[in-house]
């Protein structure tokens, strides 16, 4: 029954947890979340993209899949950049996420727009539907990386 | 165009790695995958958990959505374990998961098929029948760990 007790013990941490960090018990666990969703979501990403730029065969069954994850995962990391959560375990996000909320949001909206573009352009099965969708999301993820993520 | 670039080399990556472990650059980027997908579903998980346990009071919508990122992310985790990913990362998982492969994706299956139970059950809004496929779910988890887990 660890996994119940230890669940049990999350459950408790989470119920005394400030409400600055309500979703995670300690700031390290919201870093270490953001940081495996953007890791997974960057995975099926690059799959979508080697295909994208022809490094890869265009397989639009592993295509449409790839993108949904991506779709799906891009709402995620958001989350674990609450308040207080700016240390806590090494992260390379700057302190203007914190300052320029407002911005910040804009930032990952574009995100989770562009990627629910691309899942809609991959069920399509064209390639180059995708590949103006890959780009257009890509953008965005470099333009949030320049802003808000240290070198 | 950093992005690009990189996204470019990992593509490259992709086309020439080794049929085994065709969808990761590299052993450790697999390892990291499987350890980041789960603990993403974990942290759902344990929201879920926290209301099924009483810790935290039932919200049906949050409920609702913890879980159908739960059934969404324990699809992920398995095709991080593939041929050569025994190593190259500090990891828990044992050697019986390559091993015993037709076992080891019994269990995984059954996570899946649990966890989208879950959240079905969480979308009917009754914590009872939540609380019955919360406890199925996290039984799931626990034989796999118990079976493919080192403590």
Redesign the interface.
């Known amino acids: 029954?660890?996994?119940?007790a230890s669940?049990?013990l999350?459950?408790?941490a989470?119920?005394v947890a400030a409400p600055a960090s309500a979703?995670?018990a300690k700031p390290e666990?919201a870093i270490?979340?953001r940081?495996?969703?953007l890791?997974?979501m960057a995975?099926h990403?690059?799959?979508v993209?080697?295909m994208a730029?022809g490094?890869?065969p265009f397989d639009a069954k592993v295509a449409a899949d790839n993108a949904e994850?991506v779709a799906?995962m891009a709402k995620?990391p958001w989350a674990g950049f609450g308040a207080g959560t700016d240390k806590g375990a090494p992260t390379k996000a700057k302190a203007e996420i914190w300052t320029e909320q407002a911005k910040f949001k804009e930032a990952s909206d574009k995100l989770i727009a562009e990627s629910t573009k691309l899942a809609a352009a991959a069920k399509t099965g064209n390639l180059d539907a995708v590949k103006t969708a890959f780009g257009a999301t890509?953008g965005t993820?470099?333009a949030c990386?320049d802003a808000y993520r240290a070198q």
């Open positions: 029954m660890k996994i119940i669940l049990t999350a459950a408790a989470l119920a979703q995670f666990d270490k979340y940081q495996s969703s890791f997974v995975q990403f690059g799959r993209g080697a730029n490094r890869v994850v799906n995620l890509a993820c470099k990386h």
